[in-house]
């Protein structure tokens, strides 16, 4: 099974600015798309770091997850 980030591992957005998620996908050994789950969340009100961890589990209960993090900067 593999899981992969749609875009960067890292993406940095302003204070104040929405973060749109661009999500990722994964597909179990024969190709089939898996559902990707996503935890963490990204508060844009303040200078900040997020981390959102991606994952998914196909039939065989084969487990994977991969991470992206999100910087909220002050000055843009």
Same mark, same amino acid.
């Given at each position: !099974?593999?899981?992969? =980030?749609?875009?960067? %591992? /890292? *993406? *940095?957005?302003?204070?104040?600015?929405? @973060?749109? #998620?661009?999500? &990722?996908?994964?597909? #179990?050994?024969?190709?089939?798309? =898996?559902?990707? %789950?996503?935890?963490? @969340?990204?508060?844009?009100?303040?200078?900040? /770091?997020?981390? =959102?961890?991606? %994952?998914?589990? #196909? #039939? &065989? &209960?084969? @487990? &994977?997850? *991969?991470?992206? /993090?999100?910087? *909220? !900067?002050?000055?843009?």
């Amino acid at each position: !099974m593999e899981i992969a =980030l749609n875009g960067p %591992s /890292t *993406v *940095v957005i302003c204070i104040g600015e929405e @973060f749109k #998620d661009p999500g &990722a996908h994964a597909e #179990d050994a024969n190709g089939r798309q =898996l559902e990707v %789950s996503v935890a963490g @969340f990204v508060e844009s009100r303040h200078q900040s /770091t997020h981390t =959102l961890v991606y %994952s998914a589990t #196909d #039939d &065989a &209960a084969n @487990f &994977a997850c *991969v991470a992206r /993090t999100v910087v *909220v !900067m002050k000055d843009c």
